[in-house]
């Protein structure tokens, strides 16, 4: 896709000098350096996850500054019960759509579960695929002290990492889903997990789950902006799972996603419109036939 409209360029706020990622004037493609400006200027932004392309052209056209791949697509999208069956090559080729239906976004293309956990030239061979064959422009990756020599090869080598604490989906067989970062060593492991990443090279540290009051201390405490998912208002970005926060979802979702539509039934319903008409004879009209 080539660079947007003006009709599809978001809208800037007036007098507001502040926004350039959510709202701005940057209508071509947005990089890991706009993001380190961001965090100077002490701007806020939304990041949003996609797993295809026609949705990623709706996030794009609303002025979603940054776009996951995440590896969610696993269970949000492919129909695995987790993250972890995800593939390299399941994420390069969700990647390279989410990439083909966006002209604004940065991608960031997430690394899956045993696609680095070898060490970091296993690390930079997956991310390399990511780069070259979906054309992302930056990896994501889970882990922090643990995950530090892949990090710094990947950014020595030219690819923009961003890190992932917290709670580690991938890791789900041996963590849980829970809260990490609860009481005095689990907060300052975190922290450690946090400054690791960033001195590795990392240009941005999703938080994830993790209490409101110690990922403010560790986006206080970091130059890298902190991307917080069930981590509070106090990180620099928040991210949320797109079929989660728009209702698409089956069952229960967690505590800290809002629902800002109701898909799900949308969809449903519409879908019923659609037999009901087929059944009842009443669709096709006339015109929407051709003589
Ligand atoms: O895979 C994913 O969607 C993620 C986000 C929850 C941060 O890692």
Not at 46 to 66: K, N, Q, R, W
Not at 105 to 122: C, K, M, N, R, T
Not at 193 to 215: I, S
Request: negative net charge.
């Amino acid at each position: 896709m080539t660079q947007l409209s003006a009709a599809q360029t978001p809208q800037h706020t007036p007098g507001d000098g502040s926004r350039a990622l959510y709202g701005g004037r940057i209508n071509r493609r947005i990089t890991v350096r706009d993001i380190t400006a961001a965090k100077e200027r002490g701007e806020k932004w939304p990041m949003l996850t996609a797993y295809d392309a026609t949705t990623a052209s709706v996030f794009d056209e609303a002025g979603i500054p940054v776009m996951l791949v995440g590896d969610s697509a696993g269970n949000c999208h492919l129909g695995y019960e987790t993250t972890v069956p995800v593939t390299l090559d399941e994420m390069t080729m969700l990647s390279a759509a989410v990439v083909r239906g966006t002209s604004r976004a940065l991608i960031v293309g997430d690394l899956p579960f045993g696609s680095y956990q070898e060490g970091p030239v296993q690390a930079l061979r997956s991310a390399t695929r990511l780069v070259k064959e979906a054309g992302v422009g930056a990896v994501k990756l889970e882990g922090g002290e643990r995950s530090h020599r892949q990090i710094e090869l990947l950014v020595e080598s030219g690819i923009p990492v961003m890190a992932h604490i917290g709670l580690t989906p991938q890791s789900v067989n041996s963590m849980g889903y829970r809260v990490q970062g609860r009481g005095e060593e689990a907060a300052q492991q975190l922290l450690r997990d946090a400054k690791a990443v960033q001195d590795a090279g990392a240009f941005a540290v999703v938080l994830e789950l993790v209490p409101a009051e110690l990922a403010a201390e560790v986006t206080r405490t970091l130059h890298v902006p902190t991307v917080g998912i069930g981590a509070g208002s106090g990180t620099d970005a928040q991210v949320l799972v797109w079929t989660d926060m728009l209702g698409l979802t089956g069952g229960r979702v967690p505590k800290f996603v809002k629902q800002y539509a109701d898909l799900r039934k949308v969809m449903g319903d519409a879908a019923k419109a659609y037999a009901e008409d087929v059944v009842g004879g009443t669709f096709p009209q006339d015109e929407h036939a051709v003589h």
